[in-house]
């Protein structure tokens, strides 16, 4: 899972297999989360998002879940191939008290798809 | 389809020069953001336009300067550069604040 300021996480995973990554996010107010997929040399890409109203939303082969009471979310692959190899980052999103509206960022996990 | 380009790619400064990061869209967007990302740290906001005339403070605004040139542009300047100002800047945009921001490639800025 990934962890703020912490060595970033790893999942090695075998071609075809499910890839599952979780998410800590920090703030109880946030409500609305994005998963990002970012590949080597490029920035971050939109892979699918959810609102606090929710607790799980498909899309073509990964599914988020969320989970309030422990304000955790997670990223299932399915399926996995070579192509989802990336880093994948969470982000919550949320009004601090001195600042306005944003996204904070997670530190990511590195996926490596195993042919 | 362009999307969001920055400019240039890579860059080397020495202690104390200045630089200005160009970012432009081409999506319409009213939202604008420059990120840092570090190894280790994730990506953190610098600052971001929410729309057209509006500029405000992220997370790590210290030792920086934006300008929302206009809808299409924004630009990050560092007036006077630091070695701890060494890292990847993202520019992104969005329709608004609160929805799925577009990546550009990034600028790896290293600074010695």
């Known amino acids: 899972g990934e962890n703020v300021g912490l060595h970033l996480p790893t999942l090695s995973v075998q071609e075809g297999d499910n890839s599952i990554i979780n998410c800590a996010y920090s703030?109880?107010?946030?409500?609305?989360f994005i998963w990002y997929k970012q590949e080597s040399g490029k920035g971050p890409q939109f892979i699918i998002d959810?609102?606090?109203?929710?607790d799980k939303r498909q899309g073509q082969r990964v599914t988020v879940l969320l989970n309030k009471t422990v304000k955790h979310l997670s990223l299932q692959i399915a399926a996995t191939q070579p192509g989802d190899s990336a880093v994948y980052f969470c982000?919550?999103?949320?009004?601090?008290?001195?600042?306005?509206?944003?996204?904070?960022f997670g530190t990511g996990t590195s996926l490596t798809v195993i042919p | 389809n362009a999307g969001v380009t920055q400019t240039p790619k890579f860059q080397v400064l020495k202690t104390g020069q200045s630089m200005t990061l160009q970012c432009a869209q081409d999506?319409?967007?009213?939202?604008m953001y420059w990120y840092r990302q570090d190894p280790g740290m994730g990506l953190r906001l610098i600052y971001y336009?929410?729309?057209?005339?509006?500029?405000d403070k992220g997370e790590v605004p210290n030792g920086y300067n934006v300008s929302r040139l206009n809808k299409r542009e924004f630009s990050l300047r560092l007036e006077s550069a630091a070695p701890s100002q060494t890292s990847v800047y993202f520019c992104?945009?969005?329709?608004?604040?609160?929805?799925?921001?577009?990546f550009g490639q990034g600028t790896r800025l290293t600074v010695v």
């Open positions: 992104a945009s969005s329709v608004q604040v609160n929805t799925e921001a577009f």
């Open positions: 959810i609102r606090s109203n929710m």
């Open positions: 703030n109880s107010a946030s409500d609305y």
């Open positions: 999506m319409n967007h009213n939202s």
């Open positions: 336009s929410a729309s057209e005339g509006t500029t």
């Open positions: 982000a919550e999103n949320y009004t601090p008290w001195d600042t306005g509206n944003q996204f904070y």
